[in-house]
């Protein structure tokens, strides 16, 4: 709101007591592009940037923005989460991940996961110029190594768009899954 003196100083306003309470430890939030930091996570072949929801909601939820900065040399192994959920968007690129429930997923651009914690999934493959936003609650969530999970067969069962698999040449760990895939 312009000021009389024309800053953008924001107006301390009071609500009204006929509008809804805001729920307990949320408070508004706008995240901006050239404010928001870049932090350390949970994988070295991604840039984190906080969006600031895990300060603006007292530790409920988290968010980030999640793009890759180099290859990833190797498959992230057979993990869960410990929280509640874990739900990621793909903006762009690919990421293929294999899941307890015996599919191998392949997401790109549109496509989204909904991960509840205990959830066994072991990331095989991420292009080079994925992007994601990635939320999770509660904010602070932990990551626990297992092995594979016992009775899988050998292959998954490819899901995801085909055109996702056949399209992206990079995508080398189609060929592990008999895919018909040729890599130039
Ligand atoms: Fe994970």
């Known amino acids: ?94 990421v293929v991940i294999e899941f307890e429930d015996g599919t191998v997923a392949a997401f790109g651009p549109g496509d989204a996961m909904f991960i509840p914690g205990g959830i066994r999934h072991n990331e095989i493959y991420v292009s080079e110029d994925k992007q994601s936003i990635e939320l999770s609650l509660p904010g602070m969530m932990g990551t626990i190594n297992v092995p594979r999970p016992e009775g899988l067969p050998d292959q998954l069962t490819p899901v995801g768009s085909t055109s996702r698999w056949h399209s992206d040449q990079r995508l080398g760990i189609a060929q592990t899954y008999q895919l018909g895939v040729h890599t130039v």
């Open 1 to 94: 709101m312009m000021d009389r003196d024309n800053s953008l100083t924001p107006q301390a306003a009071t609500r009204p007591d006929d509008l809804p309470k805001v729920a307990d430890g949320l408070r508004l939030h706008k995240s901006f592009m050239n404010e928001t930091p870049t932090i350390p996570g949970r994988r070295s072949f991604f840039q984190y940037r906080d969006l600031g929801l895990e300060a603006a909601s007292s530790g409920k939820i988290r968010c980030n923005a999640s793009n890759s900065i180099a290859g990833m040399v190797e498959s992230t192994g057979w993990h869960y989460h410990t929280c509640e959920m874990q739900f990621a968007y793909i903006i762009r690129g690919t």
